[in-house]
């Protein structure tokens, strides 16, 4: 190591890199003020001379009720008109290059904001416990660090897809993208600046992790400090994109003919910009482990040697876990934002849930069941390597059996595609047995009992190899046995229940549904660690001898995620119909129609599959620029003890 | 007890003869009354799959006999397809039984690789068959190459056979209503208008669920509470002024003895997928403007419902909805 511990020189260098770091991060947030101090004198200037016009907020009420005035500070949404404000490449559907462009540049964006958080965690783990055992902290260690350079190879491709999709709104869609830029001008140089501070960031990061190693020492909580800031700064970055959709779907700080009314915080701050920014991160997290685990799942797939399997079984297993905890709240978080879009306009919510665009969720739903079966069932294709695991082998195929019936009642859609003989033959629209499945206490019901079932599995992986040694044992397995039947049987009373009550009050009943759900997760696992305590193994994990079905599944679980992305964001976009910012400028191009669901889904499966293609060269890429000393067989069996769940 | 391998298959078809009496006493056990008729279906198959289990646990279990994951495959399969198309009555729609035979067919293989043994249970027969040469392997082999292909050439056939029923419509049931309607010359704004008549016993607006306390009580006496004279005004409109019984059924199940000339059928308010999924102005909307004023997204306007604010007051519209909640004891609704 080229730096010598406890070096004074290198202590202040540091602390000089660490307040430069933080004053550019601060540098971003001037300009705001510059330009307010520029609007404010404008302001008054024009206050002087005609006195300013006053236009009343589309969204913003005062303390009275009634609508917020702000000084119109911008020119109106324009009346777009074809041609003349929209551009072709030959026979091209516009819409169809943008969108994909737009997908593309999505994907690795959420990619590359995703994979830093994991790298702070796991880098975390790797320091804590570096203490108690360094061999196992450096293997974290190396694993935060092999997952940066996946990373830092795929954010060069995003900066170009970024510039990619600049192109292609100005070539395609220069009026939409005019009003847009006359909206969002205080900010748009922010999101520049803060993209090189980004770059920046990112850089010493990746580079300096070798320099700035030292065990647990100052430099290595210094290095932590740079990971805390390039979390902090790419959070900002993809809400302040985010900002841009919001804004479309729910506009607010324009009047209604759509002049910007002086008040940024407005434009930003929509109606559905909190629940979309908190949910796109959730996704953003979860997305990001899946891909992790689809490219060790790939190397474990194509390594030649034990050890190099053993490693990348483990990464798998690693990044699958932190996905996974992702994607457990993400339901939730998706149930607040429709709330949130029926409080805003009613018809957007049933065009979503009940309407039009009613047919995507049940798309969205396989694809939700596909992502909650198959980490079932990687779990129970993990266990295959644990000694011990035929103990528990048995109960597999009733998991299988209540996933597979939550997932039957998870899919059943509200309205059939059916001829109208079937239809006679039904006896109206809804069947009077699976209709009860097609409404929202059935899906709740359905979508608890899952995750349950998932924390149920991972339980017993968590024992597979493990002969529990506390004296409270049977208290333990009992209260287990109680929390779960406890919780099932409550999610399950509430479900029926939720048919016999006023919508408003249903709506409730999710979140006693929840609370189970989180009960046993939070609860249940930690009491199942807690009984692992002392315990002994029956044999270390034989890590590197998963199935291959396993490994599979994992990148199953990766296009499934990339997949619902792709349909979730063809449905975010379709709801607001002909409009380009919902009900303030309208979309008059010929594309202004709502894609058939055909159509969108060819399109999105086209989006997954250039997106993995570029995304196995970058994973090729990463695999050949070094190659990774892989993990010796002392070390893969040091990972076998029985320690806390997710670090194992 | 050990009894001869041959003997196992006996069960199974044990299982389906019975299966298919009580299949059929399931189609007609309702005599027309689905509600009855889904839910004998619904008991019979959990009966159906607890006596599987047991079978297959006595098999196993008792009698020691291993059946080898590539047998259960098809078994199992036959088990699902049996339960939905045949003992789910009434019949549900192709689309819906194609996909949920698509996941009981994934999750069979799921089960059947789900640890090492059993997938190298299901697996080894399909290699055997594939690899050997011995005359067995050789006669399973070209069973298998004739079959399949078989059985796919029978499908192609199947499906590029000339169909004369009507085509599939994804009819949208609950299209988005639009923001407000015009109705009598009164703008009424739907995602904020209230049904004036939803009075509790103080003359004030009653809070949707507090109606349930009239829910079940007879509202044609002549000292009822407020909201059941409205109730009552309804009903008047639903059997006499407006007549949407003939259509909607007396038990507003929507088969009233028009309902079967009409293509689609009526709306089914006993349901819990129509009323109770929507506000109350949705329906408001829907009453007034009928089959013509639906919005774009519910193409191809297949609704034969009048437009009958031409022939109601407004007064008489909302009456109706009240009495349509009461009666099936759903509620509207509601954001709040």
């Known amino acids: 190591m080229s730096i010598t511990r406890n070096g004074k020189k290198e202590k202040i260098g540091a602390m000089l890199l660490l307040s430069m770091m933080a004053m550019l991060i601060l540098l971003p947030f001037a300009p705001i003020n510059v330009s307010a101090q520029e609007e404010e004198a404008a302001a008054e200037g024009a206050e002087e001379a005609t006195g300013p016009e006053m236009a009343k907020d589309v969204f913003y009420w005062d303390a009275n009720g009634d609508p917020w005035e702000g000084p119109v500070s911008g020119p109106p949404a324009p009346e777009l008109v074809y041609p003349d404000n929209y551009g072709t490449y030959g026979n091209f559907q516009s819409r169809t290059l943008l969108w994909i462009s737009n997908q593309q540049h999505l994907y690795f964006g959420s990619f590359v904001l995703a994979v830093p958080m994991f790298v702070w965690v796991m880098e975390l783990v790797g320091v804590v416990l570096y203490r108690k055992d360094p061999k196992l902290g450096k293997k974290f260690d190396d694993l935060a660090h092999e997952m940066m350079k996946i990373s830092l190879t795929a954010y060069s491709v995003t900066a170009i897809l970024g510039g990619v999709l600049i192109f292609t709104f100005l070539a395609l869609y220069p009026g939409f993208f005019g009003y847009l830029s006359s909206i969002f001008k205080p900010v748009m140089h922010i999101y520049a600046l803060l993209f090189i501070l980004e770059s920046g960031v990112l850089y010493v990061f990746y580079y300096g992790w070798d320099a700035m190693n030292d065990g647990c020492g100052d430099w290595k909580y210094g290095h932590m400090a740079i990971g805390t800031m390039l979390n902090a700064i790419g959070i900002v970055l993809m809400v302040m994109a985010n900002t841009w959709v919001a804004f479309m779907q729910s506009p607010s700080g324009v009047d209604a003919q759509g002049r910007f009314l002086g008040d940024i915080w407005k434009v930003i701050h929509t109606p559905l910009m909190v629940p979309i920014v908190i949910h796109r991160i959730l996704g953003n997290a979860a997305f990001g482990g899946g891909v992790v685990a689809a490219y060790a799942s790939f190397r474990f797939l194509s390594a030649k040697t034990p050890e190099e399997k053993a490693h990348y079984d483990w990464m798998s297993y690693i990044a699958m876990f932190m996905g996974v905890l992702a994607l457990i709240p993400l339901p939730f978080a998706g149930y607040w934002l429709m709330r949130e879009i029926y409080a805003y306009r009613q018809q957007m919510g049933i065009t979503l849930m009940g309407g039009l665009l009613a047919w995507v969720f049940i798309m969205q739903a396989t694809m939700i069941a596909t992502l909650f079966i198959t980490v079932n069932y990687y779990l129970m294709q993990a266990m295959g390597r644990m000694p011990g695991y035929e103990r528990y082998a048995p109960a597999f195929k009733w998991i299988l059996a209540i996933l597979v019936i939550s997932t039957i009642s998870w899919l059943t859609p509200h309205t059939l595609v059916m001829t109208p003989a079937e239809l006679k033959a039904m006896g109206g629209a809804q069947h009077p047995v699976v209709g009860n499945y097609g409404v929202m206490s059935a899906k709740n019901t359905a979508i608890n009992t899952m995750i349950t079932t998932t924390v149920l599995t991972f339980i017993l992986y968590q024992r597979s190899n493990i002969n529990i040694k506390v004296p409270w044992a049977w208290k333990g397995n009992l209260f287990l046995i109680f929390l779960f039947v406890g919780a099932e049987i409550n999610i399950l009373f509430l479900g029926i229940y939720g048919y016999y009550i006023p919508a ?61 992305m792709a349909v979730m964001g063809y449905l975010r976009s379709s709801v607001r119909l002909h409009w380009h910012v919902n009900e303030i400028l309208r979309d008059n191009s010929p594309w202004a129609f709502t894609n058939p669901l055909g159509y969108a889904g060819n399109i999105n499966s086209l989006n997954v599959m250039l997106f993995w293609t570029m995304l196995l060269f970058v994973f090729w890429l990463s695999a050949l620029s070094a190659k990774k000393a892989p993990a010796s067989v002392e070390e893969g069996a040091g990972v076998g003890k029985a320690v806390p769940a997710g670090s194992h | 007890m050990k009894i001869n391998h041959r003997f196992s298959i006996i069960f199974p078809i044990i299982a389906v003869i019975l299966a298919i009496p009580m299949a059929v006493w399931a189609g007609g056990g309702g005599g027309g009354q689905f509600y009855s008729a889904g839910y004998y279906a619904l008991v019979i198959e959990t009966g159906l799959v607890i006596g599987a289990i047991f079978l297959g646990w006595l098999i196993k279990e008792k009698m020691g006999i291993h059946i080898p994951k590539l047998i259960q495959f098809p078994f199992l399969w036959a088990m699902c397809y049996v339960a939905l198309r045949v003992i789910l009555q009434p019949p549900i729609p192709f689309s819906l039984l194609a996909m949920y ?61 000339p169909s004369f029923g009507e085509p599939i419509e994804l009819r949208t049931v609950h299209p988005a209503p639009p923001a407000s309607i015009n109705v009598h010359k009164k703008l009424v704004t739907l995602q904020t208008a209230e049904n004036p008549f939803r009075i509790g016993d103080d003359g004030e607006y009653l809070k949707v669920g507090d109606e349930s306390k009239y829910f079940g009580q007879n509202a044609w006496v002549d000292d009822a509470p407020k909201f059941l004279q409205q109730v009552k005004e309804g ?24 309902s079967f000339a009409f293509n689609p059928i009526p709306a089914n308010f006993a349901d819990p997928g129509t009323i109770s999924q929507l506000q109350e102005t949705f329906v408001f909307w829907r009453v007034a403007k009928g089959g013509p004023d639906l919005s774009r997204e519910a193409f191809p306007w297949a609704s034969a419902m009048p437009p009958w604010e031409k022939h109601l007051v407004t007064n008489e519209i909302w009456k109706v909805i009240i009495f349509e909640y009461w009666h099936t004891g759903f509620f509207p609704r509601t954001w709040e």
């Open chain 1, 504 to 564: 408003n009050v249903r709506i409730g009943l999710s979140v006693p549904q929840v609370a189970s759900t989180l009960t046993c997760l939070f609860v249940g696992v930690p009491v199942n660690t807690k009984m692992l305590k002392g315990a002994t193994q029956i044999a270390p994990i034989r890590w590197g001898k998963m199935s291959v079905r396993g490994a599979y599944a994992l990148f199953l679980l990766a296009v499934a995620f990339t997949w619902t």
């Open chain 2, 235 to 258: 009903g008047i409109v639903f059997f006499g002024t407006a007549g949407c019984f003939f259509c909607h059924g007396d038990n507003l199940d929507g088969k009233g003895p028009f």
């Open chain 2, 101 to 161: 035979m698509g996941v009981c067919t994934i999750a069979i293989l799921l089960y059947c690789s789900l640890t090492v043994d059993s997938w190298k249970d299901f697996s080894h027969p399909i290699a055997v068959m594939l690899r050997e040469d011995h005359a067995k392997a050789k006669l399973s082999r070209y069973a298998t190459f004739l079959i399949v292909p078989g059985l796919i050439a029978a499908q192609t056939y199947n499906q590029m056979l």
